[in-house]
């Protein structure tokens, strides 16, 4: 199957859905103990995941996925969003659409991904360090 | 003429993605579906004889689009469409009446088998 020919759609939709993702989260920063904002990042996030990974751009899905298990993670917990949380979202998002530039400009190892991976990682285990993700199996959307 | 199809997805790209494998197969894509409720709601109108059903969409999320749709036609062949790590997830959906599931990202060779599974 030849993917190129959905590279254009891919990039369009994740930049609607990071837009999305930005708008919420300035919705968040607003008003820190909404639910709202994080389910709907969560999803936005979670279709770029799904889109990348069936493009082949495993860096980008990476990311994706490790923004995913830290939203799954605060729903879950269900407290208000800390700045620090807040601001490392936003630093995720403005990775997370480099990677996809680069991806669909074919330079996707050029994606410098390791200091924000650690670190929302590291954010995860912070927000929930016990039986952490409820579920067996990462993230999901119950 | 090829099986009847309602594809839902909230992204544009997969429903594209997954009607041309489909479609390229032979099946004819009779609509698609960006929300749980429009899915219900083709289902009930195009009565199709395959439905592809992503599990995270806004509004009504796929289990519960699969609830629905099985309340309305038992007999419904349904093939879920996920993501890596939704195993909880997809035994959900099966427990409500899908009857098999392809994780993304798709292989058209996956998919097509899948589908071959579902409608028997």
């Known amino acids: ?142 | 003429m090829g099986h009847t199809v309602l594809v839902c997805d909230d992204a544009i790209f997969m429903r594209t993605m997954i009607s041309d494998i489909l479609a390229q197969a032979g099946f004819e894509i009779v609509g698609e579906a960006e929300t749980g409720t429009q899915a219900v709601e083709k289902y009930k109108q195009l009565k199709p004889e395959l439905v592809t059903m992503d599990i995270v969409m806004p509004d009504m999320g796929g289990i519960d689009a699969v609830r629905e749709i099985v309340k309305h036609d038992p007999d419904a062949k349904i093939l879920m469409c996920s993501a890596m790590g939704q195993q909880a997830l997809v035994v959900e959906a099966i427990q409500a009446g899908a009857k098999d599931f392809v994780v993304k990202p798709f292989q058209p060779s996956r998919v097509l088998e899948a589908v071959q599974r579902v409608l028997g």
Not at chain 1, 83 to 98: C, V
């Open chain 1, 1 to 142: 199957m030849d993917l190129s020919q959905y590279a254009e759609l891919f990039l369009a939709e994740s930049r609607e859905h990071l837009n999305a993702c930005n708008q919420l989260l300035l919705d968040w920063e607003k008003d820190p103990g909404a639910p709202e904002p994080v389910s709907g990042i969560f999803r936005a996030v979670h279709t770029v995941k799904g889109m990348a990974a069936t493009m082949g751009y495993a860096r980008v899905a990476d990311l994706a996925h490790r923004m995913e298990n830290l939203l799954d993670r605060q729903r879950r917990g269900a407290v208000a969003a800390s700045d620090e949380l807040l601001q490392l979202l936003f630093r995720a998002t403005d990775a997370l659409e480099q990677a996809i530039d680069l991806s669909v400009a074919g330079r996707e190892r050029e994606a410098d991904l390791g200091e924000v991976l650690a670190d929302l990682d590291k954010a995860a285990a912070k927000v929930a360090p016990a039986a952490a993700a409820g579920r067996a199996g990462g993230p999901s959307d119950s």
